[in-house]
């Protein structure tokens, strides 16, 4: 069993950053791939960005530029900075790793 725990989000103006921690209760983080999602009201939940056991990072097209993702050493953290944020990126952000989801953790972008 594995348990996620999301946290930083909060309401920020455009333009401004946030940092949003996925925290594990062991060292999984890195032998496996881990994915950042979020899901607005009314739409299907999207990835944002994902980081492989390897370290690869992907992105996609509408965060490339702003958004990096990351892990500590420990293997028990995965990080999404997020700066420049726009009111588009308001949304519920989810940490997954492989059929493991979080809580989500809320991000709401003032205009």
């Known amino acids: 069993q594995v348990q996620l725990v999301e946290s930083g989000g909060g309401l920020v103006q455009a333009g401004g950053s946030l940092r949003l921690s996925c925290a594990a209760s062991r060292n999984i983080f890195s032998f496996n791939d881990v994915g950042w999602y979020r899901q607005a009201p009314g739409k299907q939940r999207e990835l944002v960005a994902d980081i492989t056991s390897g370290g690869s990072t992907n992105y996609a097209d509408s965060v490339k530029g702003r958004f990096t993702i990351s892990r500590d050493n420990a293997g028990k953290t995965v990080y999404l900075q997020m700066n420049n944020l726009k009111p588009e990126d308001t949304a519920v952000y989810y940490c997954?790793?492989?059929?493991?989801w979080g809580q989500g953790t809320q991000v709401t972008i003032s205009s």
């Open positions: 997954n790793l492989r059929v493991y």
